[in-house]
Nanobody
Framework: QVQLVESGGGLVQAGGSLRLSCAAS????????MGWFRQAPGNEREFVAA???????TYGDSVKGRFTISRDNAKNTVDLQMNSLKPEDTAVYYC???????????????????WGQGTQVTVSS
């Protein structure tokens, strides 16, 4: 099990930026796909972005062109740079780690076995 701790959430005005960071405990961090998800009140959890162990990146449609995911394997961290924030980006953001190392494809949400506690992002209009 990978321990994950998110940080960097907060309150920002529409059009502003925030940077989320997730610190992972596992020695196998570099071999796992890492993902960011979010959940707004009353909504299902939504995929935001993922970065594979190989460096391959995918984004959810609602954040393409505005958010950037990156990882630092030396520090066991994965970051989410969020620009041009909108009120609809308001949610609790979660970091997650793929349960399998060296996965060839893109993991499904069910494949993420370790989750952080979440960090609140609130975008005011």
């Amino acid at each position: 099990q990978v321990q994950l701790v998110e940080s960097g959430g907060g309150l920002v005005q529409a059009g502003g930026s925030l940077r989320l960071s997730c610190a992972a405990s596992a020695r196998t961090f570099s071999s796992r796909t890492m993902g960011w998800f979010r959940q707004a009140p009353g909504n299902e959890r939504e995929f935001v972005a993922a970065i594979k162990w190989s460096g391959g990146i995918t984004y959810g449609d609602s954040v393409k062109g505005r958010f950037t995911i990156s990882r630092d394997n030396a520090k066991n961290t994965v970051d989410l740079q969020m620009n041009s924030l909108k009120p609809e980006d308001t949610a609790v953001y979660y970091c997650a780690a793929d349960q399998r190392s060296w996965r060839a494809g893109v993991p499904r949400e069910i494949d993420y076995a370790s989750w952080g506690q979440g960090t609140q992002v609130t975008v005011s209009s």
